[in-house]
């Protein structure tokens, strides 16, 4: 299957589940003959269906660098077939400078113009820990993006189609105040446009919903303020530890902006591991709330995909708030030691629930979504997770792979 980096989610790396495939592989220590000195080649075919997407034929070779017992770099060159989007050719590299600082570039491009760049950087520790970096830029042609109407109670069968043209980045510099406490603003610029999707028999959105904010697109620069408390043992494999962060992001016409609204809230996590690390409960709680005359749909609030609702697929419920509860059990099952590279395999339980709102005073438990399901993880020298999560959801089951945890 073909690897794609989310759009619109800060750093975090996405792929579907075939490199999930390609690190097991490498740990348990399959490559080919012709391996160069501490490169692995793992030659694998792709198959996948997506809910959007369809059906997607093809092949790609992961190319692993490994120096002193470490992951130092991932390339995967990727070719497909699509009958909706034709050929494509898509290449992922990811370069680990040090455990916590690195950087990605992804190209994906297809005959019928199905396209994602991007580019980011990493770096929570930057000049000796004082500050804290994290950066992106990305372009975006999603011909088979999809709309389901505003508001927790949207149906399925009132689904649209549309394509996505987004271009944009966003940066951010944090400060750390003290050893578990950082201020940042960041700083997030976005050019919509919303132009005919390649779905035939799904409806236009603009031609089901005229009128919707944002139905033309719209120039969005948005300024966010958090305090961010972070006691975790690791950023990006914890095993421990706590994190809370509070935020307000606004975008104002006066500073150039098109669209004016006001994002706040308030996220919380916790990871509370027992006998030795071997099983963890992480938990994540999330209350946000977009205020502002005429947001654009796409500027809402959204609960689906691999780090919200994973029984329900990307942002398939939109609406002026939205409220989260997950939790998940990280049980380790055995580790594997190759080259010096060791990779830990873990079993995850999850339930998780949520939805969206309009206002605090409609917030009820009546259109609560849940979710249940269970996942396989492998941690790679407690530098990157490769995951591959099953959800089931009230509209079926839903399947997310990554190079993340979810939270």
């Not at 690390?277 to 809402?300: K, N, S, Y």
């Not at 396989?376 to 792979?401: H, N, P, W, Y």
């Amino acid at each position: 299957m073909s690897i794609a980096p989310p759009p619109r989610s800060g750093c975090r790396r996405r792929l579907r589940p075939c490199l999930v495939l390609v690190l097991l592989l490498s740990a348990m220590g399959y490559k080919v003959p012709c391996a160069l000195a501490d490169r692995t080649l793992v030659p694998l075919p792709i198959f996948t269906t997506a809910p959007n997407e369809g059906t997607t034929y093809g092949a790609l070779l992961a190319i692993v660098e490994e120096q002193a017992g470490a992951l130092r770099s991932l390339l995967v060159p990727q070719a497909m077939w699509n009958p909706l989007l034709g050929l494509r050719a898509a290449g992922y590299y990811q370069r680990l400078l040090t455990p916590n600082e690195y950087y990605t570039l992804f190209a994906s491009q297809s005959t019928r113009n199905q396209a994602h760049y991007e580019v980011t950087y990493t770096n929570p520790a930057l000049a000796q820990r004082r500050y804290f970096f994290d950066g992106k830029l990305d372009y975006i042609n999603d011909r088979t993006a999809r709309f389901f109407g505003l508001g927790a109670d949207s149906r399925k069968q009132d689904e649209t189609n549309y394509t996505l043209r987004d271009i944009g980045g966003s940066a951010t510099l944090g400060w750390w105040i003290m050893p578990t406490l950082r201020v940042s603003l960041t700083e997030r610029l976005r050019l919509v446009d919303i132009d005919r999707g390649v779905v035939h028999a799904l409806p236009f959105l603009r031609d089901k919903l005229p009128g919707l904010p944002g139905e033309q697109g719209a120039f969005v620069w948005a300024h966010r303020f958090a305090l961010t408390y972070d006691a975790r043992n690791a950023y990006e494999t914890p095993t421990r530890g706590y994190f809370g962060q509070l935020f307000v992001e606004a975008a104002a016409r006066a500073l150039g902006s098109q669209a004016a609204f006001v994002r706040y809230g308030l996220e919380g996590r916790l990871l509370w591991p027992l006998l030795n690390d071997r099983l963890v409960t992480a938990m994540r709680g999330l209350v946000e709330r977009v205020e502002g005359a005429e947001v654009p749909f796409f500027e809402r609030s959204a609960l689906g995909g691999d780090d919200t609702l994973r029984g329900f697929g990307d942002e398939r419920f939109r609406d002026t708030g939205r409220i989260l509860l997950n939790v998940e059990e990280r049980i380790r099952l055995f580790a594997l030691t190759y080259r010096g590279i060791r990779t830990a395999f873990e079993l995850a339980v999850f339930t998780e629930a949520g939805r969206v709102f309009h206002t605090f005073s409609t917030l009820d438990t009546r259109k609560v979504q849940t979710v249940v399901g269970t996942g396989i993880r492998l941690v790679v020298t407690s530098q990157i997770v490769a995951k591959i999560d099953v959800g089931l959801g009230r509209e079926g089951t839903a399947i997310f792979a990554g190079l993340h945890y979810p939270f």
